[in-house]
């Protein structure tokens, strides 16, 4: 291996190893709290066994579906684009082979007519990657640190080490509201306790526990609140993060509220139909990740649509070879007025 390439081996494994430590810190914090809690606060302070048995039984419920949540944010893969959205084999040779910026923005104006899409670049342009060598769905983006489109891509969390989109938005969501949870009945248990921090408490190592108990469990919470809050409203408004800083680009130009079609049927998209599933990290949301209602359809926005629409500046129409209209488009994606 030439010492360029061993190099390039050693920096992407340490990229590696590094990315965890966010993941071991939050982990070592989590498995610290339990200890003081159940054995510390719980086992070696209290003594009433009834108030005893019910902090352990809580806190415990608590602790699984935190454990449940960030576990499934952290492994589940995030959800890429299918093999239609990538470039054929002749395709890619003719794209490549081509020299004109002119021509080759033709290639991709004619293979994009045959897809699903509605957004394009903030340029007009075809949003093409050219590292994945595919056509983006709507909603999808290329992810620096994992080097692959993702669906619906969110962010990229350092805190669970993954991409947050499609696939695992819901277990995202769902994490944050535990974590919640899981300091707000810490901080709420362990306050009477802290109050007799300078008299009270057995020991010295029962003091330290029981106010650091309390300090972490408020200052993660005072973040997590502000955080949690963000993405309700983005959810409300159905939203992704990258979406709110730069809003998708439509026929008509951008429009931060292509998507929204409504509050219930946007809680409806990330949790799905049935609300019994809602509190759990299963996974039932709607759609496969590549198509989404918009809130209104109309030829003006897609130019796929309309009889004499362009994709780009000099793009093809929207008829076959047959000058039959390509109406997959029209039956894949649902036309959603906006709702008051």
């Known amino acids: 291996v030439p010492p360029s390439g061993r190099s390039s081996v050693n920096q992407a494994c340490c990229q590696r190893i590094f990315s965890w430590i966010p993941v071991v810190i939050i982990s070592s914090v989590v498995l610290w709290s339990y200890y003081a809690y159940v054995f510390e606060l719980c ?47 002749s395709d890619k040779e003719r794209y490549e082979m081509e020299e ?59 805190w669970v080490n993954n991409c947050v989109g499609f696939s695992n938005y819901k277990f995202f969501l769902l994490f944050l509201s535990y974590s919640m949870l899981y300091c707000v009945f810490i901080a709420a248990t362990v306050f009477q306790y802290f109050l007799k921090f300078w008299g009270e408490l057995p020991n010295d190592r029962a003091k330290f526990h029981v106010l650091f108990l309390l300090f972490v469990a408020l200052m993660f919470f005072v973040s997590l609140m502000f955080l949690f809050g963000y993405h309700c409203w983005l959810v409300a408004k159905n939203r992704s993060t990258l979406e709110a800083f730069s809003a998708p680009v439509f026929q008509n130009g951008p429009d931060r509220n292509g998507f929204n079609v409504g509050v219930r049927k946007n809680l409806t998209q990330v949790f799905g139909e049935d609300k019994r599933l809602w509190l759990f990290p299963v996974f039932t949301s709607q759609g496969d990740g590549h198509y989404f209602p918009l809130r209104t359809l109309c030829e003006s926005q897609n130019p796929l649509l309309a009889s004499e629409g362009r994709w780009g500046e000099d793009g093809g129409s929207d008829e076959d070879s047959t000058g039959k209209r390509d109406t997959t488009v029209a039956q894949r994606v649902q036309t959603v007025p906006r709702s008051a």
């Open 43 to 89: 086992f070696f302070t209290l003594h009433n066994t009834l108030e005893k048995v019910t902090y352990v039984l809580v806190f415990h419920v608590c602790f699984v579906m935190f454990c449940w949540t960030y576990w499934k944010a952290i492994f589940t893969p995030p959800s890429t684009p299918s093999k239609k959205f990538h470039l054929s084999f």
């Open 100 to 158: 004109r910026p002119d021509v080759q923005k033709q290639i991709l104006i004619d293979i994009a007519k045959k897809l699903p899409i509605f957004t394009r670049a903030q340029s007009g342009a075809i949003r093409f990657c050219d590292r994945c060598q595919l056509i983006k769905p709507d909603r999808c983006h290329h992810c620096s640190v994992c080097e692959t489109c993702v669906l619906k891509m969110d962010h990229h969390c350092p």
